[in-house]
């Protein structure tokens, strides 16, 4: 089991409609998520920045899995051009420290 943090920042003005987006997931989304090994994801919001947890089986492993899938290719479409992908981190996060 893995805990993977990651930061992604949005262009200023779509906070609204980033957060819309993912009030309601796809069922499908959701389902290739959790197959690929996903057991949980959360995201929080601090002005433009946003800061993901994602608790998983295998990091490398999910993003394998869903690279295969079209789904993410349209959800990529989507998202993307929502953040800023010169600040946005583009894979986990370093561990600096944690609570034995």
């Known amino acids: 089991m893995q ?3 990651l930061h992604t920042r949005l262009k200023p003005g779509l906070e609204a409609e980033y957060e819309r987006i993912h009030a309601k ?3 499908e989304h959701d389902q290739a998520l959790r197959d690929s ?3 949980s994801w959360h995201i929080w919001r601090d002005g433009l ?3 993901h947890t994602v608790v998983c089986d295998d990091w490398d492993g ?5 690279a295969r899938l079209e789904l993410t290719e349209r ?6 051009p929502m953040l800023d992908m010169t ?3 583009r894979g ?3 561990l600096v420290w944690q609570l034995p």
């Open 3 to 5: 805990v993977i943090a």
């Open 25 to 27: 997931l796809s069922p």
């Open 37 to 39: 090994g996903v057991h």
């Open 49 to 51: 920045d946003l800061f």
């Open 62 to 66: 999910m993003e394998t899995a869903m």
């Open 75 to 80: 959800w990529h479409q989507v998202i993307h």
């Open 87 to 89: 600040v946005s981190q």
């Open 92 to 94: 986990p996060l370093p």
